[in-house]
């Protein structure tokens, strides 16, 4: 990976519709050059698409309920964590999967539109795969900062004077 | 309540009567009294110090950290900055004969020119420059004595401009590079053009390298590490501009032990030391700060090449400022003065940008324009310039 790729991708991360004219004057390359980079990075598989970072308790009727669950789970002989996993990432609430070190194996991301919904989803889909021997369910209460960005209100306002040395 | 007649005579310091406020105070006054601008007339990072630095600060007070420290400062601060130097610049400097630490670089500035100026020396000052440096160089004594640089050498001195102002009282030239308002900078090969001239004849240069860490195209060159020279250069740089600590106003000046002791004497009369709190903030930066500053270099690298592409679109020449964070576009095709052009696209378009003129005649027929702004406020400042100018190249 160049450099310019990973300045391409710092940035983007943070701001995904940034046009391609503006990050090409931005890093300093070609429109064509940035498109092509663009491309490459995403037949590489390195871009897997880009999202909007929304705050749901803002959008007037349209609330999330969000809860980060604690699976211990038996491996399977020949793929580990792997097969287990898979058949939990697959399912459309799973929003999040990771394999974790520590007291439980992996960590479980779900988004529903009520606590009952995931409860629903918990007892009956999760639990109920074999190689699950328990999960510890946390409901998200409030979301402070999400991917790097913060979501409580900040005064905008540049504290900066208008002129200075 | 009575009035009394004051019958007291004004008494002022000759010096000080000489000197003029500063250009920028009456723009400040004039941007200050308007609503809704873009502001880019900012010398400063638009970073809030990192949460780090700050939680260092706190911890001090904390733990009652609130006495004075050394007259050169933390002696752990000194030699954080003594490892700094040296890897970064490979310049060498002793933490506890060859470091102070500063209220900031501007006292550090001013300390260095009242160790060494006499009454009627002339210092070469290189222009456009920093507002407070003639004036600086006058409430020492001394003479300030400009050397002109120009767009077409990419604001870069010139010996020969140096050779033409030489007199039998020169004692002392000022560089600052990376530069603000041009942002340019000076290489090895060009700077040490320069350095045999200073060893020509003799002279102390002083170096504020408060920019050094804000150089995009190449590592920056410091004065001191080429040969010959840090026995005759006395540093200056600070924490603002690189690690966005401006307010904390914490700097430092390198010197041979011989000026270093002599800045010691009046930093210690004048100033005691340096804010402690701010001292733990600092030395926090210099041990953790890396990450977030190479960030921020990063962020304005990218915004450099996008305002500075975008004013050359608006119809503005302008060099590619290697530094710093300002782009100092010429903005003679458009038939105004600095003043007239800084004034009218404040009030015609609400963008504030600093008249060159400030910084020295060589400025004229340029603006400062800070791009430490969000991308958002220099997309729409480039709009509303390339508007302005198109009506006034007309």
């Known amino acids: 990976m160049t450099e310019k790729e990973r300045e391409l991708l710092l940035l983007i991360e943070k701001e995904g519709r940034m046009s391609a004219e503006k990050l090409a004057k931005m890093l300093d390359l070609q429109l064509n050059e940035i498109k092509q980079m663009l491309h490459q990075l995403e037949s590489r598989n390195v871009i897997l698409g880009y999202s909007a970072i929304i705050d749901w308790t803002k959008a007037v009727g349209t609330e999330i309920v969000t809860a980060m669950i604690d699976v211990k789970v038996t491996p399977q002989r020949g793929r580990g964590f792997d097969e287990v996993a898979e058949r939990i990432y697959r399912f459309n609430e799973v929003k999040a999967c990771y394999l974790m070190s520590g007291t439980y194996d992996l960590s479980v991301v779900i988004e529903g539109r009520t606590m009952s919904e995931i409860a629903n989803f918990v007892s009956e889909k999760l639990s109920t795969l074999e190689s699950v021997i328990s999960t510890t369910t946390h409901f998200r209460l409030k979301q402070y900062k999400h991917d790097g960005i913060i979501f409580v209100d900040e005064d905008g306002a540049d504290p900066r004077i208008v002129v200075s040395p | 309540m009575t009035n009394v007649k004051n019958t007291h005579d004004v008494h002022l310091s000759k010096a000080v009567e000489r000197i003029e406020p500063s250009g920028i105070r009456r723009f400040f006054d004039l941007a200050s009294s308007m609503d809704n601008i873009i502001s880019l007339g900012v010398g400063e990072p638009d970073y809030t110090t990192p949460w780090n630095v700050r939680e260092a600060s706190i911890h001090s007070l904390e733990k009652g950290l609130t006495s004075y420290t050394a007259n050169a400062g933390l002696l752990e601060l000194r030699e954080a900055i003594s490892v700094y130097m040296e890897s970064r610049f490979q310049t060498a400097y002793d933490p506890e004969e060859e470091i102070i630490v500063t209220v900031g670089a501007s006292e550090g500035l001013d300390i260095a020119l009242r160790a060494v100026v006499d009454p009627g020396d002339e210092i070469l000052v290189v222009e456009p420059c920093f507002v407070s440096y003639a004036p600086l160089v006058s409430l020492a004594g001394g003479v300030p004595i400009p050397v002109p640089t120009s767009m077409e050498n990419n604001f870069q001195v010139n010996v020969e401009a140096i050779k033409e102002r030489l007199t039998p009282k020169t004692k002392a030239i000022m560089l600052s590079f990376p530069n603000n308002p041009t942002g340019a900078v000076m290489g090895r090969e060009e700077l040490a053009k320069v350095a045999a001239l200073v060893q020509e004849h003799d002279l102390v240069v002083f170096s504020d390298e408060i920019y050094a860490e804000l150089s995009y195209d190449e590592e920056h060159v410091s004065t001191a590490a080429l040969d010959g020279m840090w026995e005759r250069t006395i540093l200056i740089s600070g924490f603002s501009k690189s690690f966005a600590m401006t307010g904390w106003r914490v700097g430092y000046v390198c010197a041979p032990a011989v000026y270093a002791r002599a800045m010691l004497k009046i930093h210690q009369y004048a100033m005691m030391c340096a804010s402690t709190m701010a001292q733990y903030a600092a030395l926090e930066a210099m041990k953790n700060g890396r990450a977030d500053m190479e960030e921020m270099v990063a962020s304005y690298r990218q915004r450099r090449n996008y305002f500075v592409k975008s004013l050359r679109e608006a119809g503005l020449s302008c060099h590619s400022p290697g530094g ?36 020295g005649d060589g400025g004229e027929g340029h603006v400062r324009c800070s791009y430490a702004a969000s991308m958002k406020q220099l997309e729409e400042a480039v709009d509303r310039i390339a508007a302005f100018v198109k009506n006034y190249q007309n």
């Open chain 2, 324 to 359: 710093a964070f300002y782009a100092f576009p010429s903005i003679r095709s458009t038939g105004l003065t600095s003043e007239e052009f800084a004034e009218k696209l404040l009030i015609e378009q609400r963008v504030a940008v600093v008249p060159g003129h400030v910084f």
